[in-house]
């Protein structure tokens, strides 16, 4: 009975108090999911921990990954360093070719020019 006399006192009575007590309760359970999102973990901290012959072998396994990572990537600038060695002896002899065909050509026309000269 006691503890009814206690309530009845504290608890609010007008429907302006309800609304204002159950609004300050509902601020504080938004303030509190708040608060649970942003300082809480998920899931929980000591369900984050790794052993240490799990953070060995997750250590060993990225090691070999970038292992492989490295070779693909030698191989790969190896192809490209090729790559530009061919099109550079392409460019070469395309030019060589380009030079020729010029040198032919200068060789015709000075002929025509001394045949058009003669007559």
């Known amino acids: ?3 009814a006399l206690i ?3 504290t608890l609010p009575v007008t429907p302006t108090e309800v609304f204002g ?3 300050s309760l509902g601020m504080l359970l938004v303030i509190y999911n708040q608060a649970m999102k942003a300082f809480g973990h998920e899931p929980p901290l000591h369900e984050q921990y790794v052993s240490k012959e799990e953070h060995q072998k997750l250590e060993a396994h990225m090691n070999a990954e970038d292992k492989k990572m490295d070779e693909r990537i030698e ?8 790559g530009f060695a061919h099109a550079d002896t392409r460019r070469s002899t395309s030019i060589a070719g380009i030079h ?3 040198t032919e050509l200068l060789g015709e026309v000075r002929q025509m020019k001394g045949e058009i000269a003669r007559k």
């Open 21 to 23: 007590f159950l609004g």
């Open 100 to 102: 020729n065909r010029i």
């Open 7 to 9: 309530l009845a006192d």
């Open 1 to 3: 009975m006691f503890f």
């Open 75 to 82: 191989k790969m600038s190896k192809k490209i360093e090729d």
